[in-house]
């Protein structure tokens, strides 16, 4: 029975269920009995294992296609009427021929299945910052899964009232045909199609497809940001905490800042570290104060579990530990349990693994690691956030959380320092728009390869990427109080490839300075790049092997590579296209200036 007499809703339904034919549609209305019905029906069928409720209550493991185990970034297109308005760094097909293309695919592909109807909300329900979606979905796991990731029920439908304006979601398992798997974003009709695909970040479509590609489009439509962004907040021991909003490409250390567990020197002193968002931070000026808020629009983690451990990540660890559903990890029969590469070093001798195979440890390859490891590399937890141990108290704020710093980084051997500050918004959308990783595993080509990924939002942004860029800079002038703009690199590394800065908690140090520097409590010297620390500014007390003299060799510019890098940015720019910024461009000239000089 719907759950709404919303016309628009209904009608599209309608629309949809016709096309792809299920036997039947069931409503999610968030109910807890709903859900455990949905568990028990998935176990039946072999779609959910249920984990040992002793050891890990309420807690579920799934295993995708092997074809089928991570975002497809070649499958994924933006289709938007004009070619140009997608821009050259996304993936473009016009509206109509992909409408067209994927109605083929769509036809009959619930038949003989349920269609789930998932009303969700973005954010807290009734906030100034909530988006409301509907994803019409075959598949229990992306259910349940929504259930965890989103705040879904009744209650968005009734904040959507008689509106027409929610994001149109439609999502089938179809025939789970690589060849035929397309994941396709109509930012000009609020609307999102995946089809052939069982993977989280391909079927979530809450996640990366709304909360990144199309509010990304929305946000430069009605003046606000939609960023890949962690939210954490610090807080002094007087009780005072600040917040700071941070973007990192894959495999920088991105959940591991969001969860930071502060270095037992600032433990003593009565510093605590909360978590707002791991992933997604969705900003807009507050009229009050003219400062910018930040809210997570999730109410989950979709984490990686393989790295995640005691040490890496305790607070992810026993966030996972309740109520969670694991994606393509091992499977422990001896305590029906999970594993998986960094977990510990006690690799279950009796499992299978995430390819539904008997698992033998003593064959593990790292150079072969998706066919000889238990977990798969990009094998997830989806947890919520409640379970969080460290979450801010803030995170169901619906007015957000005020930000100080926003912090870029990236993973640099030797060109960019440990921290530097920008000298202005400008500048400081600048510094994001040149962000950069190079390649560190043999497994992803030649290492040491530049990757420019802007603001980390390289496979996210929702259109033209030097529009984007545009946008960045027109929020500067809407800003009254902008927080500063900041750049960091845990990466750099000596003559023997070893990592100087220690990382982790460790991490801390350098936010400290930073949140500093947007307090006027320390001064900065000016650089041909920004301000850099002085170097007795960085706390490095009760740090072993880290002097005075590492952080000066951190904190040093190399101009040489820096005009090596200058040439890779034009270059990218070139690639970005004629959209790109007039001010980006002077801001880059007057680098390579000030380099020279």
Same mark, same amino acid.
């Given at each position: ?13 309608d629309?949809m269920?016709? &096309? ?7 409503w ?9 019905a ?16 002793e ?17 497809? #970034? ?31 695919l ?14 969700y909300? &973005? ?13 019409l979905t ?7 899964? &929504? ?24 999502h089938?398992?179809a025939q789970l045909d ?20 069982g993977?989280?970040?391909n ?30 907040g610090?807080e ?23 969860m930071l ?26 009229p ?61 001798t009796?499992?299978?693994?995430w ?79 040149? &962000? ?24 996210f ?17 809407m800003?009254p ?10 990466f ?9 800065w ?11 300075w ?13 650089t ?25 060799d ?12 200058v #040439? ?7 690639q ?15 680098? #390579? ?5």
């Open positions: 029975m719907a759950l709404t007499s919303n016309k628009f809703v209904l009608d599209w339904i629309e269920a016709a &096309m792809t034919k299920p036997d039947d549609i069931v999610i209305d968030g109910s807890e009995e709903q859900a455990e949905l568990r028990k029906q998935a176990c039946s069928t072999g779609e959910l294992i249920k984990l040992n409720e050891l890990l209550p309420n807690c579920y493991l799934h295993r995708t296609a092997v074809n089928d185990v991570a975002r497809v #970034e070649d499958r994924t297109f933006i289709c938007t009427t004009k070619k140009e308005d997608t821009g050259n760094i996304n993936n473009w097909m016009d509206p109509k021929e992909c409408y067209s293309k994927l109605t083929k769509f036809t009959g592909s619930m038949s003989g299945r349920t269609m789930y109807v998932i009303p909300s &973005m954010s807290i329900v009734g906030s100034p910052f909530a988006k409301y979606g509907i994803e075959d598949s229990i796991y992306v259910v349940l899964n &929504m259930l965890i990731m989103t705040r879904v029920g009744t209650d968005v439908l009734e904040a959507l009232g008689d509106s027409g304006d929610f994001i149109k979601g439609l089938s398992k690589a060849e035929n798997r397309y994941i396709c974003h109509f930012p000009e009709d609020n609307t999102i199609w995946s089809v052939n695909s993977y989280g970040g079927v979530l479509l809450g996640k990366k497809c709304f909360a990144l590609r199309i509010a990304s489009y929305l946000g430069r439509k009605e003046g606000w940001m939609a960023e890949h962004m962690l939210i954490l610090v002094y021991p007087d009780g005072d905490t600040k917040y700071i909003c941070a973007a990192f490409p894959s495999a920088c250390g991105k959940t591991n800042l969001a567990i502060p270095p037992e020197y600032y433990r003593n002193k009565g510093y605590k570290v909360w978590t707002v968002g791991d992933d997604i931070a969705w900003l807009r000026v507050n009050e104060d003219g400062k910018l808020y930040a809210v997570n629009p999730e109410n989950g983690f979709f984490g990686v579990a393989p790295g995640t451990n005691e040490k890496s990540n305790p607070n992810a660890l026993h966030t996972t530990t309740k109520d969670t559903i694991f994606t393509n990890v091992c499977h422990n029969l001896d305590n029906n349990t999970v594993w998986w590469e960094g977990l510990d070093n006690n690799p279950p009796n499992a299978i693994n390819k539904g195979e008997v698992w033998d440890y003593r064959k593990y390859d790292k150079a072969d690691k998706v066919n000889t490891s238990g977990a798969h590399p990009n094998s997830r937890f989806t947890a919520k956030a409640t379970n969080c141990p460290c979450l801010s108290k803030e995170f169901n704020n619906p007015a957000g959380v005020p930000i100080s710093a926003i912090v870029f980084g990236g993973r640099r051997a030797k060109t960019a320092p440990l921290v530097y500050q920008s000298t202005s918004w400008q500048n400081g959308s600048f510094v994001g728009s040149i &962000m950069a990783s190079e390649t560190t595993a043999a497994a992803a080509g030649a290492v040491g390869v530049v990757r420019r990924d802007p603001m980390a939002m390289r496979p942004v929702g259109y033209n990427m030097g529009d984007y860029f545009a946008h960045w800079l027109s929020m500067g002038n800003i109080n902008p927080p500063k703009i900041f750049h960091v690199n845990w750099r590394t000596d003559n023997e490839g070893n990592f100087i220690p990382g982790f908690g460790d991490n801390m140090r350098v936010l400290m930073i949140l500093d520097r947007c307090a006027g409590k320390v001064d900065a010297e000016i041909p790049i920004g301000y850099i620390p002085k170097a007795e500014d960085i706390c490095i007390e009760g740090l072993d092997g880290v002097t005075i003299d590492t952080i000066r951190l904190l040093t510019v190399d101009k040489a590579s820096w005009l090596e890098d #040439e890779n940015i034009k270059s990218f720019y070139k970005v296209g004629d959209r790109v910024p007039q001010a980006m461009y002077d801001e880059l000239a007057a680098l #390579e200036a000030r380099l020279k000089a």
